[in-house]
């Protein structure tokens, strides 16, 4: 055979294996932190599904203190109000909040009311059942990059010749430039000194379905890093019929929101 073909086929051997293997889970020999809230929003179409999502996080091997449901007194995508459920668990604080601020209300509400720097914030989306060890697997990086947002799923792009160029890190833990939500991302409150930085960069109208690259361009500008640990997670998809990453991926959003950021 073909010794450049030997290589080529080498080099998409590796690239395969480095792409689907997990992070190493570091595991310190003491857990120790002081608060944990989940925070996360949804939209009026989904909220029958949100005892699903709330369920799997009670089910988590470190319990939150808290479960922020930040929820708009109108939906601006669906311009409705909200029909909250009556059984949620005592340790879900819902939120009514005057303003929809997009995706980033999942985010942005609960680090009004969260003031201790080291309070950590993990953010969720609504339509998964996450799996028990997420939580304690964010902590647990946590503790190896304390300063760092952490996140399990994210990716890199660069300019080539003016066009923004995506491309996934296949590192099973490394630097990365825009986080992914969907899988679960860990803050803490000392990340989000500057609030005002943070609100100036949502008033950008082509961000407003982006929070995921929004807050990563603010961790950015506040030097912050982004830390992707890969992982294979049992999390369960929750059926939908709304999809914001197919409606950003068609309409070319997140293109849009770097270059608006810019």
Known sequence: MNRKLICFLAILILIF??????AECYVP???????IVVSLSTIPSRIQNINKVIESILQSDIQPDLIYLNIPKISK???KPYSIPANLHPKVFVNIVEEDYGP???LYPTLLKETDDDTIIICVDDDKEYDKKLIPY???YSH???DSCICVSGWNYFNLFFVLVPYFNIRPVGKIDILQCYLGVLYKRKFFKNLHN???LMSHKMCFTTDDITISKFLEKEKIDIIAVRKKFNHKDIET???LGDYNLKNNQWVKCINEIK
């Open 77 to 79: 995508k669906e311009n």
């Open 29 to 35: 020999k003491i857990i120790s932190y002081k608060r």
């Open 138 to 140: 964010l902590v647990n």
């Open 144 to 146: 190896k990059y304390p």
């Open 17 to 22: 294996y480095l792409s689907t293997r997990d």
């Open 104 to 106: 980033i209300t999942k």
């Open 198 to 200: 943070l609100t100036e």
């Open 241 to 243: 019929s709304i999809k």
